[in-house]
């Protein structure tokens, strides 16, 4: 990697991240190519950004959608391929040397793990990878020399953080949550909440899963469980608290008492930028602090019993094994329940608790057992959804 130029795949880059994640390597001064691009329903936006970046792959991970999608206007150079396997492929290939996996969900599992274990780096976008099966995507990063840089605001921000100390200097770290719009929701106004109002984050513009996550804070548990496992620490060292103003990204306590917070405002370009040229620095496109104004940070403990999801994630952030895979699956079945108006926005936690709480939990799982409890746990919340 002692090229002047590196070359970047950017798997789901017609979502929020990776069109800031295109942004940050537009603004690079040629230091970034967007080498590899993927998107599996959005294919006119796909075509949009293979004219104006020129990358040498397109990956259409949708074979119905590619089917149907006019291919005329793809560049000539680029190359088209089609099927989820195919950034597998992709990612593998000598010549790419960072990955962005922008794509939501368990789907992007399998193309991150191609990554990891091709030794690259990888750029973390999907949360999902590590609360799934983070043991054994740590393990196998430590075994090909893959380094691992996260992509989401919080956990940037405690990556930042610990470089103030060592890790046995750590006591705990702390993850902001924004609240999102209920915080001050009673249980009661809770049951009347509708899509509309679980899209309209008070702070961030993020896709609609990752919205209604931050509205019921199961982005918070699923993050407590990839912190678990990104920076090693004992699930005790974890703590939330909330704050709404999201300019403080999370902040890392040291056993001297010393609190270190990472700050500015809510723009992704950031910690994707960070995590694209580390362990340099470079001028940013994105917003920065002004404190021309007097402006006020705020901070107050979670209501669990209002956000009963974060204990959710502390549970299994503790437990480990098959925990995290169940979780997730769960909770990405309800959220697609949620926005078909099949269920209330109120019984999205509720549901995952059930199958978490019934589900044969393993230790020590492989990584096809994981992949089979996916599968399970969607199954029981489609049929805890229509019984």
């Known amino acids: 990697m002692d090229r002047t130029t590196k070359n970047v795949a950017v798997l789901g880059s017609t979502g929020s991240i990776g069109e800031n994640t295109l942004q940050v390597i537009a603004n690079s001064e040629g230091k970034l190519r967007a080498t590899a691009l993927s998107a599996h329903t959005q294919l006119d936006r796909l075509i949009e950004q293979a004219i104006r970046l020129e990358p040498d792959f397109v990956i259409a991970t949708c074979p119905e959608q590619a089917e149907k999608q006019d291919w005329k206007g793809l560049p000539s ?18 010549e790419i040397d960072i990955v962005v996996t922008a794509i939501v969900g368990a789907a992007g ?71 999102g719009p209920f915080r001050d929701h009673t249980p009661e106004k809770l049951k009347e909440v509708t899509v509309a109002d679980a899209l309209a984050h008070p702070t961030w513009d993020m896709g609609p899963k990752i919205t209604i996550d931050s509205a019921t804070m199961m982005n918070k548990a699923l993050e407590i469980v990839e912190a678990r496992w990104l920076f090693d620490l004992d ?54 602090l002004s404190f021309d104004e007097a402006f006020n940070l705020e901070f107050e403990p979670v209501d669990r019993e209002r956000f009963p ?8 952030a503790r437990l480990g094994g098959t ?5 997730n699956a769960a ?3 309800a959220v697609a329940g949620f926005l078909e108006n099949q269920i209330k926005f109120n019984d999205i936690v509720p549901a995952c608790r059930y199958v ?32």
Request: aromatic share 4%.
């Open 77 to 94: 150079h680029c190359e088209l391929l089609i099927g989820e396997k195919e950034t597998e492929t992709v990612v593998r290939r000598t």
């Open 109 to 179: 599992l399998q193309s991150t793990w191609a990554a990891v274990e091709a030794g690259k780096i990888i750029a973390l976008a999907n949360k999902e990878t590590l609360v799934m099966a983070g043991p054994l995507v740590m393990t196998l990063a430590t075994a090909t020399g893959a380094t691992i840089l996260p992509v989401d605001s919080e956990h940037s921000a405690v990556f930042q953080a610990l470089h103030a100390g060592n890790q046995k200097e750590v006591e705990r770290i702390i993850l902001t949550a924004s609240g």
């Open 235 to 288: 699930p005790r060292q974890i703590e939330v608290v909330v704050h709404p103003q999201s300019i403080i990204h999370s902040m890392v306590e040291f056993i001297d008492g010393s609190i270190i917070a990472q700050m500015s405002p809510p723009d992704m370009k950031l910690p994707i930028q960070y995590a694209l040229t580390w362990p340099h620095r470079q001028p940013s496109c994105g917003r920065k």
């Open 309 to 316: 999801a974060v204990e959710l994630g502390m549970e299994a």
């Open 323 to 327: 925990s995290g895979v169940v979780l």
């Open 331 to 333: 909770n990405e079945t």
């Open 356 to 387: 978490f709480d019934q589900h044969p939990f393993e230790a020590t799982p492989s990584l096809n057992g994981l992949l089979k409890l996916d599968r399970w746990a969607r199954e029981e919340v489609s049929r805890w959804i229509c019984p």
